[in-house]
């Protein structure tokens, strides 16, 4: 809130924004892996318990749950600076996501064949591309 007492809408934007992003590192490290109910409940417990604490606790008011805990803890007078919200954002996303895939376990493989080439559910041989094929289709994109 501003000193006024009205809401900041556009601060409220500005950090949905960041906990959106919070979200998808950690739903990117488990995709395929996870079914769509399991991760809209960690979406909405990422979204509504999880990252507002955090980023409370880091750019927040004095007595915040964590807010000891990014200002002052190794001197009196040191306080968190992050720049553009990338700490709180990327170790927030980060941390979850490393949790989530040491739950979850590692990813299944796809399946070989007979000669030990990986195959597609269909049975046809999956090409492996190679480096200059994937540096050529990124310019393309960027184009």
């Not at 900041?8 to 949905?16: A, D």
């Not at 992050?82 to 376990?105: K, N, P, Q, W």
């Not at 000669?115 to 540096?135: C, L, W």
Request: aromatic content about 10%; charged content about 15%.
């Amino acid at each position: 809130q501003a000193p006024s007492g009205q809401l900041e809408y556009h601060l409220l934007f500005f950090n949905w924004a960041f906990c959106a992003t919070a979200v998808t590192i950690c739903s990117g490290a488990m995709a395929e892996r996870t079914h769509m109910v399991a991760y809209l409940t960690y979406a909405i417990a990422m979204g509504g318990v999880i990252y507002p604490v955090i980023a409370e606790g880091a750019w927040g008011r004095e007595g915040s749950l964590l807010h000891s805990q990014f200002h002052g803890k190794f001197a009196e007078n040191s306080r968190y600076h992050d720049f553009a919200g990338s700490g709180v954002v990327h170790v927030t996303g980060g941390i979850s996501a490393l949790v989530g895939c040491s739950i979850l376990g590692r990813r299944i493989l796809q399946p070989v064949d007979t000669a030990g080439h990986q195959a597609s559910p269909d049975g046809n041989e999956i090409r492996h591309t190679s480096p200059p094929e994937v540096s050529s289709s990124t310019n393309r994109q960027w184009e």
